[in-house]
């Protein structure tokens, strides 16, 4: 198992929670971002820079991802493709997307950047609250505890 976390959008309350997991748990992570992300020094936890540009980061990802990782992102085609790799993934916010609901999941996100392009919804999601990030620790835990040992 590897924690996969696209870190160009990743909030630093949710990376804090991930470096702790991976030692914790001793679980390889990896943060995939365009720009230098810092990183605790550890064996267990690397950053990887990629090229800028659109997707980069989510295309090394993708390419990389086996069955049985995690995946954190918000990007809902991402995470709709590792997914279908057979990875378990978890939204900066505590949202476990899974088989049942990437579908409904993809479709919300398409339908919403449709209304933003044509200025009918602004904005995007608030600022990350206490119970978002307890949400998405919980989450971790729960798939860190069922991985096979």
């Given at each position: 198992m590897h924690i996969w976390v696209d870190a160009d959008a990743c909030p630093n309350p949710i990376k804090e929670i991930l470096f702790r997991a991976a030692q914790r748990c001793q679980?390889?992570?990896?943060?995939?971002?365009?720009?230098l992300v810092k990183v605790p020094p550890s064996p267990l936890i690397k950053a990887r820079q990629v090229e800028s540009g659109f997707d980069?980061?989510?295309?090394y990802i993708a390419?990389?991802?086996?069955?049985?990782?995690?995946v954190?992102?918000?990007?809902?085609?991402?995470a709709a493709e590792a997914v279908e790799k057979g990875a378990q993934v978890i939204g900066p916010r505590g949202e476990h997307f899974t088989p049942a609901n990437i579908r409904?999941?993809?479709?919300?996100?398409?339908?919403?950047?449709?209304?933003?392009n044509?200025?009918?919804v602004k904005g995007g999601p608030g600022s990350l609250g206490h119970s978002e990030r307890q949400q998405f620790a919980n989450v971790l835990d729960r798939l860190l505890e069922a991985r096979p040992k």
């Open positions: 679980v390889p992570l990896t943060l995939v971002a365009n720009h980069v980061a989510d295309n390419q990389q991802v086996l069955p049985g990782d995690i954190v992102t918000g990007d809902i085609p991402l409904q999941r993809l479709a919300m996100r398409n339908l919403m950047e449709e209304l933003r044509t200025g009918e």
